[in-house]
């Protein structure tokens, strides 16, 4: 493409390849389109436009978690008034993999966990999601957690959500935590007991169905790891008369397969032959579950605000023999690959030899802009750096354009699903039905440009001025921002530390306090996996068994310096300090994501709106921008020294 060449009406500026270097973009290109298109999604109401479904009062049914059996007892491993040494809240697969760390110290049996959840089972976002076509984006030989030690083989390249699910099972059975768990039961508030040193929980039971079952509990612990997810809580679009709806509705996160028909694993719609479905949304959910939706439903009307880009997805069965051979041949091979993978996307220079996963996570080297990269990144270089990234994205970006005219035939539709925005801004998508499904008869786009629908009425949805009738609405709006809250506020409970000071507030004045992210101080012995002062991959599940072993290993090195697992540990205010400043020198390098497409990554465009003070604040409290592999580095090296440095250990009586 040559200088000032015209792509779709928009004036660009991109020189030609150049073979020996990165195409450098200037400052009138496509990021013009990209700022126009930007600006139509803009919301003054932001992260208020939507409706939090675990903390509000109406749309129950909703939110209501059709998995589990009305009248399924809870389990309480520890009764009313009893103690525990170590409380996990969250039973996804970070309170999985912290419990089975934990064990594996050889400091603490499954007896000393209590493992508490809302959800009725092992799995967190992977036990409530269950819809048609679900996936998973990253690599299962990289996703899946301890796979060396379970000794498993993903069936495909990429797993499907129910065989994800039964993974998380089996590493529960393996370490002996469902007796341990309590379901249907969550976390209402958390007390550090500066008498006894320990946390004091309030937890409700509330069984489904039998509100007569429902009652309040509290126990004791030395520890608490609080594992609630990223993206935990479903949201629904704030509209009005959304209950007058007489159809059937229901969220993607709370898939309703007895009014659907069909399974997980045989996704047979055929519930919805001969009525008119509206899906709302089309994030990562909608692209895999569109094509199943447009096989049965009559009629589809799928409504858009902003398009997601959408990839080939290469995925196979898993032949075990190649498995053993190529990718599991040596110990150890989980984690190398899980950081080549990273080298990868992180764009990390010179590239590795070898490409292991070699997929089109692995061929985005822009996404970089959002995980960090080994490039030193100064005020001086910045802007250089941001044209450096647009010109690593712009290929990909308009490749996947252009795919998507090749595929949808109407070309209204098709530029109306084109991704006018940088790749790293929205989570990116792998699907070969999603764009095909608009080539179906009775499949119809109804693009927002970006701005809200109207209002649900009785029957159908009305935006700009025309009511679609439908006889179903599902709901593909995602989950709240995982920046709206600290890890306790994400689970809707309270926790309070030394001297009566609370996390949330803590959180919400940007005044984050760790040494190296799985700690805050004033409030010791809680740990936590998160994306603030740590590292972050596009991987999470690499995230979180980092996390998890480095806290067990800190912890069996606290218990031996003090000579008992009855500790109190907590950074000290210079460790803290320290770290902020470390993590804040890097933060330039990550702030390519501003100027994005409001979504969850920047809390609707609210984290552009910061003051000057809010983007200092913020600084200290972004993501090691060195990226992950050079993050898990620093922490082997941490550890190696064996000195605890930033944290003060002292025992608990």
Same mark, same amino acid.
Request: charged share 25%; glycine share 8%.
């Given at each position: 493409? +040559?200088?000032? $060449?015209?792509?779709?009406?928009?004036?660009?500026?991109?020189? #030609?390849?150049?073979?020996? #270097?990165?195409?450098?973009?200037?400052?009138? @290109?496509?990021?013009?389109?990209?700022?126009?298109?930007?600006?139509?999604?803009?919301?003054?109401?932001?992260?208020?436009?939507?409706?939090?479904?675990?903390?509000?009062?109406?749309?129950?049914?909703?939110?209501? *978690?059709?998995?589990?059996?009305?009248?399924?007892?809870?389990?309480?491993? /520890?009764?009313?008034?009893?103690?525990?040494?170590?409380?996990?809240?969250?039973?996804?697969?970070?309170? !999985?993999?912290?419990?089975?760390?934990? !064990?594996?110290?050889?400091?603490?049996?499954?007896?000393?966990?209590?493992? /508490?959840?809302?959800?009725?089972?092992?799995?967190?976002?992977?036990?409530?999601?269950?819809?048609?076509?679900?996936?998973? *984006?990253? =690599?299962?030989? !990289?996703?899946?957690?301890?796979?060396?030690?379970?000794?498993?083989?993903?069936?495909?390249?990429?797993?499907? +959500?129910?065989?994800?699910?039964?993974?998380?099972?089996?590493?529960?059975?393996?370490?002996?935590?469902?007796?341990?768990?309590?379901?249907?039961?969550?976390?209402?508030?958390?007390?550090?007991?500066?008498?006894?040193?320990? %946390?004091?929980?309030?937890?409700?039971?509330?069984?489904?169905?039998?509100?007569?079952?429902?009652?309040?509990?509290?126990?004791?612990? @030395?520890?608490?790891?609080?594992?609630? +997810?990223?993206?935990?809580?479903?949201?629904?679009?704030?509209?009005?008369?959304?209950?007058?709806?007489?159809?059937?509705?229901?969220?993607?996160?709370?898939?309703?397969?007895?009014?659907?028909?069909?399974?997980?694993? $045989?996704?047979? &719609?055929?519930?919805?032959?001969?009525?008119?479905?509206?899906?709302?949304?089309?994030?990562?959910?909608?692209?895999?579950?569109?094509?199943?939706?447009?096989?049965?439903?009559?009629?589809?009307?799928?409504?858009?605000?902003?398009?997601?880009?959408?990839?080939?997805?290469?995925?196979?069965?898993?032949?075990?023999?190649?498995?053993?051979?190529?990718?599991?041949?040596?110990?150890?091979?989980?984690?190398?690959?899980?950081?080549?993978?990273?080298?990868?996307?992180?764009?990390?220079?010179?590239?590795?030899?070898?490409?292991?996963?070699?997929?089109?996570?692995?061929?985005?080297?822009?996404?970089?802009?959002?995980?960090?990269?080994?490039?030193?990144?100064?005020?001086?270089?910045?802007?250089?750096?941001?044209? $450096?990234?647009?010109?690593?994205?712009?290929?990909?970006? $308009?490749?996947?354009?252009?795919?998507?005219?090749?595929?949808?035939?109407?070309?209204?539709?098709?530029?109306?699903?084109?991704?006018?925005?940088?790749? %790293?801004?929205?989570?990116?998508?792998?699907?070969?039905?999603?764009?095909?499904?608009?080539?179906?008869?009775?499949?119809?786009?109804?693009?927002?440009?970006?701005?809200?629908?109207?209002?649900?009425?009785?029957?159908?949805? =009305?935006? @700009?001025?025309?009511?679609?009738?439908?006889?179903?609405?599902?709901?593909?709006? +995602?989950?709240?921002?995982?920046?709206?809250?600290?890890?306790?506020?994400?689970?809707?409970?309270?926790?309070?530390?030394?001297?009566?000071?609370? &996390?949330?507030?803590?959180?919400?004045?940007?005044?984050?306090?760790?040494?190296?992210?799985?700690?805050?101080?004033?409030?010791?012995?809680?740990?936590?996996?998160?994306?603030?002062?740590?590292?972050?991959?596009?991987?999470?599940?690499?995230?979180?068994?980092?996390?998890?072993?480095? /806290?067990?290993?800190?912890?069996?090195?606290?218990?031996?310096?003090?000579?008992?697992?009855?500790?109190?540990?907590?950074?000290?205010?210079?460790?803290?300090?320290?770290?902020?400043?470390?993590?804040?020198?890097?933060?330039?390098?990550?702030?390519?994501?501003?100027?994005?497409?409001?979504?969850?990554?920047?809390?609707?465009?609210?984290?552009?709106? &910061?003051?000057?003070?809010?983007?200092?604040?913020?600084?200290?409290?972004?993501?090691?921008?060195?990226?992950?592999?050079?993050?898990?580095?620093?922490?082997?090296?941490?550890?190696?020294?064996?000195?605890?440095?930033? &944290?003060? /250990?002292?025992?608990? #009586?």
């Amino acid at each position: 493409m +040559g200088p000032e $060449e015209d792509v779709r009406g928009v004036d660009l500026n991109v020189p #030609s390849e150049d073979l020996s #270097s990165h195409k450098i973009a200037t400052a009138v @290109d496509v990021r013009v389109r990209y700022d126009r298109e930007r600006e139509k999604r803009l919301n003054e109401k932001g992260v208020a436009q939507y409706i939090d479904l675990r903390t509000t009062g109406k749309y129950k049914h909703v939110y209501e *978690d059709p998995a589990v059996e009305v009248g399924t007892p809870v389990n309480e491993p /520890v009764p009313d008034g009893g103690h525990s040494k170590i409380l996990i809240i969250g039973a996804g697969f970070s309170g !999985i993999v912290f419990a089975a760390y934990l !064990i594996k110290s050889g400091i603490f049996t499954a007896d000393d966990l209590l493992i /508490v959840d809302p959800a009725g089972g092992f799995g967190g976002t992977w036990f409530f999601n269950r819809y048609p076509g679900l996936v998973c *984006d990253v =690599e299962s030989y !990289i996703y899946l957690p301890l796979l060396e030690e379970m000794d498993y083989i993903p069936k495909h390249k990429y797993s499907s +959500g129910h065989e994800i699910r039964a993974y998380a099972e089996s590493i529960a059975d393996e370490y002996g935590l469902r007796e341990r768990a309590m379901f249907q039961s969550s976390a209402l508030s958390l007390t550090w007991d500066k008498g006894c040193k320990e %946390w004091r929980t309030e937890i409700l039971e509330k069984p489904k169905g039998r509100p007569d079952w429902e009652r309040k509990i509290t126990v004791r612990s @030395d520890f608490a790891i609080i594992n609630t +997810g990223l993206l935990n809580n479903p949201k629904l679009p704030d509209l009005l008369n959304i209950d007058n709806f007489k159809g059937h509705m229901f969220h993607t996160a709370r898939w309703d397969w007895k009014f659907t028909g069909g399974s997980e694993e $045989e996704p047979y &719609l055929t519930g919805l032959e001969g009525k008119s479905v509206a899906v709302v949304g089309t994030g990562a959910t909608c692209v895999q579950a569109l094509p199943h939706i447009a096989r049965h439903a009559t009629k589809v009307y799928v409504f858009q605000r902003t398009p997601s880009a959408v990839d080939v997805k290469e995925n196979h069965e898993t032949d075990p023999q190649v498995f053993r051979q190529k990718v599991a041949s040596e110990g150890g091979w989980w984690r190398r690959r899980a950081e080549n993978f990273n080298a990868w996307t992180l764009n990390t220079q010179p590239s590795p030899e070898v490409n292991m996963v070699n997929d089109q996570w692995t061929k985005m080297a822009s996404y970089s802009a959002l995980q960090g990269s080994s490039k030193e990144v100064t005020l001086e270089n910045f802007s250089e750096h941001i044209s $450096e990234l647009h010109a690593l994205d712009f290929p990909r970006q $308009e490749r996947l354009r252009k795919r998507t005219e090749e595929i949808v035939k109407d070309q209204k539709t098709a530029k109306q699903l084109q991704a006018w925005y940088p790749g %790293w801004c929205k989570r990116p998508t792998f699907n070969n039905e999603y764009l095909q499904s608009y080539n179906r008869p009775g499949v119809y786009l109804v693009h927002t440009d970006g701005r809200p629908i109207d209002r649900v009425m009785p029957d159908g949805i =009305e935006f @700009d001025g025309k009511t679609y009738k439908v006889d179903v609405i599902i709901w593909s709006t +995602g989950f709240a921002s995982p920046g709206q809250s600290s890890p306790a506020g994400r689970a809707n409970m309270t926790v309070t530390g030394i001297d009566g000071q609370s &996390l949330e507030e803590r959180w919400q004045t940007m005044d984050w306090q760790s040494v190296h992210g799985w700690n805050q101080r004033s409030f010791p012995n809680m740990f936590w996996t998160g994306l603030l002062q740590a590292g972050a991959s596009a991987n999470f599940l690499h995230m979180t068994d980092t996390i998890a072993m480095h /806290v067990a290993a800190t912890i069996k090195q606290a218990a031996e310096r003090v000579g008992s697992t009855k500790l109190v540990m907590q950074p000290t205010a210079e460790g803290a300090r320290q770290w902020g400043d470390r993590v804040a020198t890097g933060a330039i390098a990550l702030a390519g994501t501003s100027g994005c497409t409001p979504s969850y990554y920047n809390m609707e465009g609210a984290a552009d709106k &910061l003051s000057p003070e809010q983007q200092a604040k913020m600084a200290r409290n972004s993501t090691w921008s060195k990226g992950f592999n050079s993050f898990y580095a620093l922490l082997e090296e941490w550890r190696a020294r064996g000195t605890l440095e930033g &944290l003060e /250990v002292t025992a608990a #009586s």
